[in-house]
DNA sequence: TATTGTTATACTCTATAACTATA
DNA sequence: TATAGTTATAGAGTATAACAATA
């Protein structure tokens, strides 16, 4: 051991985190940032954010839709969802078609491009999922979703 | 039925959230979410977020820590908690003493008044915690949080 | 009046480069 | 040369107010 590593062994307590890393919050926010993470590299290929993808899903899910609808099941406020859209659209991978009956909204859709990339970006996020679900062990998925949305209930 | 709300049942198709809801990702993310806009409000008397929180329960675990080894062990940037420090310490809650051996660095610690706040702000971080382990049903804490470590360090 | 989408803006969190003073 | 702390700044992500067009 150099002496300065014995000084600094002398000076520096061995460090704790205070009963935080046995804290659910604690933990759940080290997995949440871990996966996101994750997942960002795994879509980097079709250069989709997560959002992005979230969005392309559910748009895929239900043709169709509004931005107000998408806004409110996936907590994107509005004014920030038209950004995205805005992107994806300028992509040629979402269309913006008029609603008959409400010249305020559109009906959002998949293009062709879009569903194309959606095939491979769909690959990709099963592929991440699988990872995480290793991660459950013997765990049961179901047991953990409905764990995690009684929290989100909060 | 309004002839408008007929009109939008005829034109809005159900939305589904496109197999998001059984991703434990995006479940992941909203109970995260849930559970860090909970502890920000239990923590709004204190005036403290959730990070401050953290960081003065690292110090008070460990007096005499260093910036460096706060930030390492929070996954704060370093210029990053200097804001942080420097915020907690003109409230009188921390102080940075020098470190005999190493003048660039400090030597971390709580003061009483920080000491004070700190007991408030653990009792209702407990209390907000025992809302958040009630949520995990007869799922034991441990079991929760070795999944949660798991899927981490994915 | 209320709602959809939009614009502009601000606020928080997080990240990076470069500096200083020490080691 | 490397490290601790700092400064300045930039980039996400998220949030709010106000507007135009339409209902």
Redesign the pocket.
């Known amino acids: 051991m150099t002496s300065?590593a014995k000084?600094k062994a002398e000076t520096e307590p061995t460090p704790s985190l205070g009963g935080l890393e046995t804290t659910v919050g604690f933990v759940l926010?080290l997995a949440q940032?871990a996966v996101f993470?994750d997942l960002?590299a795994a879509l980097k290929p079709f250069d989709l954010?997560?959002?992005d993808l979230s969005v392309l899903l559910v748009i895929e899910a239900t043709p169709g839709l509004?931005?107000?609808?998408?806004?409110d099941m996936l907590?994107?406020?509005?004014?920030?969802?038209?950004?995205i859209?805005?992107q994806l659209q300028a992509r040629g991978l979402v269309r913006?078609d008029p609603?008959p009956?409400?010249?305020?909204?559109?009906?959002?859709s998949i293009t062709p491009e879009g569903a194309a990339l959606l095939r491979g970006a769909k690959a990709a996020h099963a592929a991440h999922d699988r990872k995480v679900l290793e991660a459950l062990g013997d765990l049961e998925k179901e047991r953990m979703l409905t764990v995690l949305e009684r929290i989100a209930a909060i």
């Open positions: 300065a000084r926010r940032v993470k960002l954010r997560v959002t509004q931005q107000r609808a998408i806004g907590r994107i406020q509005r004014p920030n969802l038209v950004i859209l805005d913006r609603v009956g409400d010249r305020r909204s559109y009906a959002l």
